[in-house]
């Protein structure tokens, strides 16, 4: 089985920071692109940012210039610097990557959810 542990969230003061974190664990042999997803209650779930193995990264224009993605790929983990919060980046976010299981075809995989709340 594969897990994706999320970590960081909380409460953020509008202009400040947070930082997200998300690992792997599991029966792994490889893994493709990781990102960020994030749902606000009463809409839809939309991407946030994505980076690929090779640490190409991609954001929603909302995050762009304040969110950084980056990932450590011997530790199966991948990060969600957030700074110059703003309330509307209220929402859970959730982890995602796409994983190469032993005899499994690539799949994507899902976290559980932390909730991030931007508030003063």
């Known amino acids: 089985q594969v897990q994706l542990v999320e970590s960081g969230g909380g409460l953020g003061q509008p202009g400040g920071s947070l930082r997200l974190s998300c690992a792997a664990s599991?029966?792994?042999?490889?893994?493709?692109?990781m990102g960020w997803y994030r749902q606000a209650p009463g809409k839809e779930r939309e991407l946030v940012a994505t980076?690929?193995?090779?640490?190409?990264?991609n954001y929603v224009d909302s995050v762009k210039g304040r969110f950084t993605i980056s990932r450590d790929n011997a530790r199966n983990t991948v990060y969600l610097q957030m700074n110059s919060l703003k309330p509307e980046d209220t929402a859970v976010y959730y982890c995602?990557?796409?994983?190469?299981?032993?005899?499994?075809?690539?799949?994507?995989?899902w976290g559980q959810g932390t909730q991030v709340t931007v508030s003063s």
């Open positions: 995602n990557a796409k994983i190469r299981r032993p005899l499994r075809p690539w799949n994507d995989y």
């Open positions: 599991g029966s792994i042999i490889s893994i493709d692109d």
């Open positions: 980076i690929t193995s090779g640490g190409s990264a």
